[in-house]
């Protein structure tokens, strides 16, 4: 089956350094998976972060990017300076085909400490 | 914009019970899902509805049912509960599929006694 692999457990970061979360897929039933990064803010119901569907394009949202690497199979996402405001669970997810299903990573809790 | 409220915040049942989650939405979307989310897992897909009255297995339907009587409201059913199970529940619609977005509700924290 599909299956998402991601940075696990927890990372911190300091205010204004940079962030890389990594993400590659496996998607043993779609040629071209669509990619997401979805987020949970503290207290809040998880959202889309950004959405990339065609392979070669970056996606981008709140300062924060990501490629769709078909040859190395991820989609890691960068940060050039968190704040603290960023603090929050980040999940990889992938879909395509025929299917409503999301595939989703484990998840990564991003801490920015000032 | 919109909302999806789920119903309970927090749920507490008893071994062998069964238990109904609710959920809806005024997206007026045509699709609604149900998650499952462990802790240190990631979210796995219960059952999906398409449209009012339909339902589509997903990973982890085994023990559950799910109900689609109307486009607004999506609930799901904990056949038997499990003891000592504890979970997070997450209703999201979208208003197509596969690479649309999802709107996710809070969700539902079910303990077991």
């Known amino acids: 089956g599909d299956s998402v692999t991601q940075t696990e457990g927890q990372v911190t970061v300091s205010e204004s350094k940079s962030l890389i979360i990594n993400c590659t897929y496996s998607?043993?039933?779609?040629?071209?998976?669509?990619l997401f990064w979805y987020v949970r803010y503290p207290g809040e119901g998880l959202q889309l972060l950004l959405k990339?569907?065609?392979?070669?394009q970056k996606g981008s949202s709140r300062g924060f990017e990501a490629t769709y690497n078909k040859e190395t199979t991820s989609f890691h996402l960068q940060k050039a300076s968190v704040q603290e405001s960023d603090s929050a669970v980040y999940y990889c997810?992938?879909?395509?085909?025929?299917?409503?299903?999301?595939?989703f990573g484990k998840g990564t809790k991003l801490s920015v400490k000032s | 914009g919109g909302i999806i409220t789920q119903t309970p915040k927090f749920l507490i049942g008893q071994e062998g019970q069964k238990l109904t989650l609710k959920c809806q939405q005024n997206?007026?979307?045509?699709?609604m899902y149900w998650y499952r989310q462990d802790s240190g897992k990631g979210l796995r897909l219960i059952y999906y509805?398409?449209?009012?009255?339909?339902?589509q297995k997903g990973d982890l339907s085994e023990g559950y049912d799910a109900s689609r009587e109307k486009k607004s409201s999506f609930s799901l059913t904990v056949t038997s509960a499990q003891k000592n199970e504890m979970a997070v529940f997450l209703c999201?619609?979208?208003?197509?599929?596969?690479?649309?977005?999802?709107?996710f509700g809070h969700g539902t924290k079910l303990s077991v006694l």
């Open positions: 999201a619609s979208s208003q197509g599929i596969s690479n649309e977005r999802l709107f």
């Open positions: 998607a043993t039933s779609i040629a071209y998976p669509n």
């Open positions: 990339v569907i065609t392979a070669g």
């Open positions: 997810a992938l879909s395509g085909g025929s299917n409503a299903k999301l595939t």
């Open positions: 997206f007026n979307h045509d699709t």
């Open positions: 509805s398409i449209t009012e009255n339909d339902l």
